[in-house]
């Protein structure tokens, strides 16, 4: 009954930035860390940032100095700030969030946002 829900995806020229937006909902008991994929066109899905329950992060060497991952933990969302934006950031997005439910640790992923760079 988790339901992870991505947003904020478009068109940029190089050099631009995009925000992504990630919230879960349903029933979550805790979270114990959520984080950003990408695939791109030929590629497999990579990690690209997370965050975990105690706040540490960590980021794909490609997007380092560019991209920022952020919480609210109040509203069970994730945030990608992506500055400095290249044409090879282009990829469709997806927000996974691992969360304790009562019992159970799941694995949820969000149906994917399109990010394109234009070249």
């Known amino acids: 009954q988790v339901q992870v829900v991505e947003s904020g995806g478009g068109l940029v020229q190089p050099g631009g930035s995009l925000r992504l937006s990630c919230a879960a909902s349903?029933?979550?008991?805790?979270?114990?860390?959520m984080g950003w994929y990408r695939q791109a066109p030929g590629k497999q899905r990579e990690l690209v940032a997370a965050?975990?329950?105690?706040?540490?992060?960590n980021y794909a060497d490609s997007v380092k100095g560019r991209f920022t991952i952020s919480r609210d933990n109040a509203k069970n969302t994730v945030y990608l700030q992506m500055n400095s934006l290249k044409p090879e950031d282009t990829a469709v997005y997806y927000c996974?969030?691992?969360?304790?439910?009562?019992?159970?640790?799941?694995?949820?992923w969000g149906q994917g946002t399109q990010v394109t760079v234009s070249s």
């Open positions: 349903g029933s979550i008991f805790s979270i114990y860390a």
């Open positions: 965050i975990n329950r105690g706040g540490s992060k």
């Open positions: 996974n969030a691992v969360i304790f439910e009562p019992g159970a640790t799941m694995d949820y």
